[in-house]
């Protein structure tokens, strides 16, 4: 059947929608099959080629081939569309189960599509091949910033029209928080994911990502954008404050100048777009401690202690700048431990140093207590490190023999003792197991809330057997068992003594 106006139609989409006409053909031949099927009282399955040439179609009726296994009753569960291989291989000895029996029936008129049935796998098919091509557009884009204008607001969502009937859609939480918005405003986003979806959104842009942020001062800053100044990290809170740390790859250049700009002209302009952001410019720095005294700008740091195993750092302020230092609701730290990747914990100055001195105290007089040394030598050794005994032990010798005013009888010596009280200690806790495991504490101990099973076994051992003997303890005596601390020994003890309380409101 030849059909003209297929042609014109394929032609008049192809050019208003932009696609490929390939496409048009095909859903027109969806169009077709879907309107042959409606016509057939029985469910049939049909297949319609188009001449893409001349716009001739021949419709075809198809009838799979199944085995006996899909026989019910040694017939086929739907005649109207299925057939048994033995039927089909009368006609055909090569066919095989899968394949399709076809017979060229009548074709339906053209006229007919303008049924709503096949007018919707036209409009469908071409908006699936719309929309498959946005995401072919726009998938090599992801990471990049994207203008387009707000076409609607939907419960503080926007929807961005990009042209070329594309739309971006910003989710409520990925919009600055306050940021006043209305229908027609131009606006910038960074899109950070593309994915194809039978309906709804496909392209997700992002107001709030630090990344928009680097965009944004690729876009401004020249210097940024020809890699002569790389920002390499960025922390938001979006709509109040932000950092990003900057280096040069030219030493002539300042690169935090460069991205403040003249009178703070390129700082500013990232800014407004922003909604008023407030953004630090923070030079980077090889050394992990210098450039989190540079995130924590602008205050001021008088120390700072790192701990590489738990990946913190500990920073002291003078009293009078704590609060500039952790910053509104904790801002200002919380933005730079972003930045920097460290947990960062900020410490009152005068408090820490106090700390530190009992710290040290403490430490020496273990090692006075534990090595019988005099105050100058557990000195020595707390000042160059030094915290338990375990480490004066099995420290490398020659580390040790570095120190100075230790010879090296008297670092033999103190590895020595250190050894030996080890040894002790070791012997003394294996003794104390023993103990523990011939002695079985009482029922009522076992049985009491907030009681472990090991740690009845260590009170017991201990020569706490019963609650009566719990009861009787006072905190300081519980503090050096497993696990305990000040709060939950008097919890221990108090419940212990609650029998007491019992007997004597009984009285």
């Known amino acids: 059947m030849a059909n003209k106006e297929i042609l014109l139609v394929v032609d008049v989409f192809a050019n208003e929608r932009e696609i490929e006409k390939e496409i048009v053909f095909q859903a027109m031949e969806s169009a077709l099959e879907a309107a042959t099927v409606k016509r057939h009282e029985n469910q049939i399955k049909a297949r319609v080629v188009i001449d893409r040439k001349t716009g001739d179609y021949v419709t075809y009726r198809r009838w799979e081939v199944v085995g006996k296994n899909d026989a019910i009753n040694g017939d086929v569960e739907f005649p109207g569309s299925q057939v048994l291989i033995e039927v089909a291989q009368q006609d055909d000895a090569a066919i095989n189960i899968g394949d399709f029996v076809e017979e060229e029936i009548d074709s339906v008129d053209f006229g007919r599509i303008a049924a709503q049935t096949a007018k919707q796998v036209i409009i469908q098919k071409i908006r699936e091949a719309e929309r498959r091509k946005v995401v072919e557009a726009y998938l090599p884009r992801v990471g990049e910033l994207i203008t387009g204008i707000i076409k609607r607001i939907e419960k503080g969502s926007l929807f961005l029209d990009l042209g070329g009937n594309v739309e971006a859609y910003i989710a409520r939480e990925d919009m600055i928080p306050r940021e006043t918005v209305r229908v027609g405003d131009r606006i910038r986003g960074y899109l950070q994911d593309v994915r194809l979806e039978p309906r709804g959104p496909q392209l997700f842009v992002s107001r709030t990502a630090p990344e928009l942020l680097i965009a944004l001062f690729k876009l401004e800053v020249p210097e940024v954008g020809d890699g002569l100044v790389e920002v390499l990290a960025a922390a938001r809170d979006p709509g109040s404050r932000a950092k990003i740390a900057v280096r040069a790859n030219d030493p002539r250049l300042d690169p935090v100048g460069a991205c403040v700009g003249m009178r703070g002209s390129r700082v500013q302009s990232v800014s407004n777009e922003l909604a008023g952001e407030r953004v630090d410019i923070i030079l980077w720095n090889e050394s992990e401690a210098q450039f989190v005294i540079n995130a924590m700008s602008p205050a001021e740091i008088q120390s700072i202690v790192v701990d590489e195993d738990k990946h913190s750092m500990d920073i002291a302020v003078h009293p009078d700048s704590l609060s500039q230092a952790i910053g509104r609701g904790g801002q200002n730290v919380r933005l730079a431990s972003e930045l920097t990747g460290w947990e960062l914990n900020v410490l009152d100055a005068t408090k820490a140093e106090q700390d530190s001195e009992e710290e040290f105290t403490k430490i020496t007089q273990l090692f006075i207590n534990q090595l019988g040394v005099d105050a100058d030598v557990a000195v020595i050794l707390a000042e160059v490190g030094f915290e338990t005994v375990e480490e004066i032990a099995y420290v490398p010798l020659n580390e040790m023999l570095q120190i100075d005013d230790f010879d090296e009888d008297l670092v033999h010596e103190i590895r020595t003792r250190a050894k030996d009280f080890l040894l002790i200690n070791a012997i003394a806790s294996e003794e104390k197991i023993e103990i523990a495991d011939s002695v079985e504490p009482a029922q009522d101990l076992l049985a009491m809330d ?47 003594r609650k029998p007491w309380f019992a007997e004597d409101l009984g009285e």
């Not at 057997?465 to 020994?489: I, K, P, T, W, Y």
């Open 450 to 496: 907030g009681m472990t099973k090991e740690l009845a076994y260590e009170l017991a051992g201990a020569g706490i057997v019963s609650m009566d003997d719990l009861a009787e303890q006072a905190v300081d005596d519980l503090l050096e068992f497993s696990g305990m601390n000040e709060e939950r020994a008097a919890e221990l003890i108090m419940t212990a």
